[in-house]
């Protein structure tokens, strides 16, 4: 099992539709990180949180996307409105602020907007 | 920032021979490195990470060699069978920031 918890594993909405999902980072890392990915190309870097604070984000993510970590055990991506085109994989990793760190994936909530 | 190039995109093999996939990168504070396979369907799984100081890394049927003069990170899957037929990913991250740069992934079958 990953160390990283991604919930929930599979979701589907309607076009319109808000969505969410949630990561559990592994215990003790400080830095959380989405990505998305479209059938199985490359990954889409989406944000980076460090310490619960987002640090950076893609333009897209701002206008159309919500992302918050309220804990530091907990964070959460939102879509507000989902189009089809955010049918994808969605991948959170974790990892210490530390040189030497592991970077670890979740399992990945696989989203399809219809 | 960070160009992270990997090739190639699509790599096919006989069950036995040797599969190489390759990554350059131009940043030169690039620091640690990583390979990761993605099974159909699954989520990112580590293969190794690499310290900026080893140039040759060994895990289980396969090496990484990193070539940083070159700026060039390479997996050597030794004797490939078709459970290796999976997505293959390099990461790098530099000094400056703690994101990952990706490569856009190789797609590896091997033939039975």
């Known amino acids: 099992d990953a160390a990283v918890t991604q919930k929930p594993r599979y979701l589907i909405k309607m076009k319109g539709q808000e969505a969410e999902m949630k990561c559990i980072p592994e215990?003790?890392?400080?830095?959380v990180f989405w990505y998305q990915q479209k059938q199985s190309k490359e990954l889409k870097f989406l944000i980076y949180?460090?310490?619960?604070?987002?640090?950076?984000q893609i333009d897209m993510v701002k206008e159309r996307f919500s992302a918050v970590c309220p804990s530091s055990s907990l964070c959460s991506l939102g879509i507000r409105t989902c189009e089809a085109e955010d049918s994808a994989l969605y991948l959170c990793?974790?990892?210490?602020?530390?040189?030497?760190?592991?970077?670890?994936f979740g399992s990945g909530t696989r989203l399809l907007v219809i | 920032g960070e160009q992270v190039e990997q090739r190639p995109p699509h790599l096919s093999v006989r069950e036995g021979d040797s599969a190489v996939i390759t990554c350059t990168y131009t940043?030169?504070?690039?620091?640690?490195f990583f390979w990761y396979k993605q099974e159909p369907g699954a989520s990112l799984q580590l293969l190794m990470k690499?310290?900026?100081?080893?140039e040759i890394n060994e895990g289980q049927g396969f090496t990484v060699l990193l070539n940083k003069k070159d700026k060039r990170l390479s997996l050597n899957l030794t004797a490939a069978h078709p459970g290796d037929s999976a997505a293959y990913f390099c990461?790098?991250?530099?000094?400056?920031?703690?994101?990952?740069?990706f490569g856009k992934g190789t797609s590896l079958t091997v033939i039975p």
């Open positions: 990793s974790s990892s210490q602020s530390a040189a030497n760190s592991d970077y670890t």
């Open positions: 215990k003790g890392h400080t830095a």
């Open positions: 949180f460090q310490n619960q604070q987002p640090l950076d």
């Open positions: 940043d030169p504070n690039s620091y640690y």
């Open positions: 690499v310290f900026s100081s080893t």
């Open positions: 990461a790098v991250i530099n000094t400056g920031y703690q994101n990952f740069y």
